[in-house]
């Protein structure tokens, strides 16, 4: 009992007698890298635990997005033929990683220099960036150029691009967007139109610095040569066919449940609906129904020959005409939905 008073003493600053109520503990270091996430011990789950789980868990994971796995797979092996087509070289391109991130983050972490290029989504009227590095460019200038094998790329810093190798570059790219639009095609028919190219990461914005973004990273090889080609698309872009890559096989939509659509259409069938017989329609001034007592009578401009509308919740239905049977009021249907023209 003793010690445990001492211990409790200790936590509470040590004199447990402070008129104050005792002085705050002040955690080590340790602690505080364990409270953001940035504990070395656990490095592999660091994204998982303390504040950083916290910031994190705002980002939608790609995983949830089956259906672009399968897209950049799709990617992958189209590029490989057409760069070996474009370069008339041994090209190799492999998918490092698929990754979501926020846009600033993004542009932040860009070496430089490196060339991006904003390209334009059109049918789902929004923008993608395909930035390419230091490497790959010079690479590709190279290979076009008839660069000799077995030489790696001459690199010279601190100088900007030529036209030539923007244009070359430009040519690389068009060649990309062409084998993007032929990946998303099974899944949802997409035109992806080449934009812009710029140098500074500060003029290639597309969406606000924390919007959240798909990052695919690729890898492209040519024997000796070659660099990273890295693919971002906002999930404001690809928002319009977000339910298609929600899928988790092509052609989800087609699994159709042929017992639970019978039992629905079966109940539909049987389901009571309330129909209005409307006699006459008459415009009149909030003046005159606040002038309405018992005893008044409201003239309609109908006859026993009229046309009555039929309306189901607000929706004209079918017209008929007013008589008797037996000793109930009856509608005798003229034109049904079909010859009104959809009124």
């Given at each position: 009992m003793a010690d445990n008073t001492e211990d409790g003493a200790a936590w509470a600053g040590g004199d447990g007698g402070d008129e104050a109520g005792g002085s705050t503990r002040i955690l080590n270091q340790d602690e505080i890298d364990s409270l953001l996430g940035f504990d070395a011990s656990v490095e592999e789950d660091a994204d998982k635990a303390g504040i950083r789980a916290i910031i994190n868990s705002a980002l939608v994971s790609y995983e949830r997005l089956p259906m672009l796995e399968v897209v950049f797979d799709r990617l992958v092996r189209l590029m490989t033929t057409s760069l070996r087509?474009?370069?008339?070289?041994?090209?190799?391109?492999?998918?490092?990683?698929?990754?979501?991130?926020?846009?600033?983050?993004?542009?932040?972490?860009?070496?430089?220099?490196?060339?991006?290029?904003?390209?334009?989504?059109?049918?789902?009227?929004?923008?993608?960036?395909?930035?390419?590095?230091?490497?790959?460019?010079?690479?590709?200038?190279?290979?076009?150029l008839g660069g000799r094998r077995g030489t790696a790329a001459m690199r010279i810093e601190g100088r900007p691009y030529t036209t030539i190798e923007r244009n070359l570059v430009e040519r690389m790219v068009n060649v990309v967007l062409d084998d993007m639009r032929a990946a998303f095609e099974p899944l949802a028919p997409v035109n992806f139109s080449y934009d812009r190219i710029e140098t500074n990461p500060r003029f290639a914005t597309i969406a606000r610095p924390a919007n959240a973004a798909i990052l695919a990273r690729l890898r492209v090889d040519m024997e000796d040569r070659g660099g990273r080609l890295e693919l971002l698309l906002p999930y404001a872009t690809l928002e319009p066919v977000r339910e298609l890559l929600l899928q988790m096989f092509m052609g989800e939509k087609f699994g159709r449940d042929s017992i639970w659509e019978n039992h629905l259409a079966t109940e539909l069938w049987s389901t009571d609906v309330e129909i209005e017989a409307v006699l006459d329609e008459q415009v009149m001034t909030l003046g005159q129904v606040m002038n309405l007592e018992v005893g008044k009578t409201i003239m309609f401009n109908a006859t026993p020959e009229s046309v009555i509308m039929m309306r189901c919740g607000g929706i004209s239905m079918v017209e008929g005409r007013m008589g008797r049977m037996g000793n109930n009021i009856a509608v005798k249907i003229d034109r049904t939905l079909k010859n009104l023209g959809g009124v």
């Open positions: 087509n474009f370069t008339s070289d041994n090209v190799e391109v492999s998918l490092d990683n698929i990754t979501s991130i926020r846009f600033g983050d993004y542009l932040n972490s860009i070496p430089l220099p490196a060339i991006l290029s904003v390209f334009r989504a059109v049918e789902w009227d929004n923008y993608g960036l395909l930035t390419v590095d230091s490497s790959l460019i010079y690479s590709i200038v190279d290979v076009l």
